[in-house]
């Protein structure tokens, strides 16, 4: 498994990200797509990588790197490679040497339950206090996730500054 990073609206992988990226998020968890393109290769935080297997494009992954933290925005394998252990190969890359933190829906339903089992047999955690995910549509309106992170710190106070950075640097983040 290798990753190819997306530094431009140019990659010939664009279609195939666009396409999972509309049906593995719902419209609530992920960003105007005109908006996303102008954010890559010019936005230094943000990367931007396809997942390959056998040089064919298998899924992306969009993260940020904010000092000593890795912030997933998001993570899709697509349904053909789903449970071939892809997803697990890629969060264990990104946990090395990194404090992550992620969001996902509460757990709600079953697919909710399932990707939380998943993250929680990767060694992530739930962490226990409410968390609002600012919508990448509309200012006024925000809707519960639960955040996850590979931190043994479990207090709020804790989390302040990264949850902060992500809110302001990964959701009101609006190129020109």
Known sequence: MQY????NNKSPYLSFVEELYHAAFPMEE?????QLLKMIGTVPEMSMQVVLEEEKAIGFVTSWKFEDWCFIEHLAIDPVNRGKKFGERVMKDFMVNRKLLLEVEPPASVDAI???GFYERLGLVCLPFDYLHPSYHDAHVSHSLVLMTNVAE???LY?????????KQVYLYHPL
């Open 114 to 116: 399932r990707r939380i």
């Open 159 to 167: 989390f302040h500054e990264i949850i902060r950075t992500v809110k």
């Open 30 to 34: 992920r960003r105007n797509w005109k």
């Open 4 to 7: 190819a990073p997306i530094e």
């Open 154 to 156: 479990r207090e709020e």
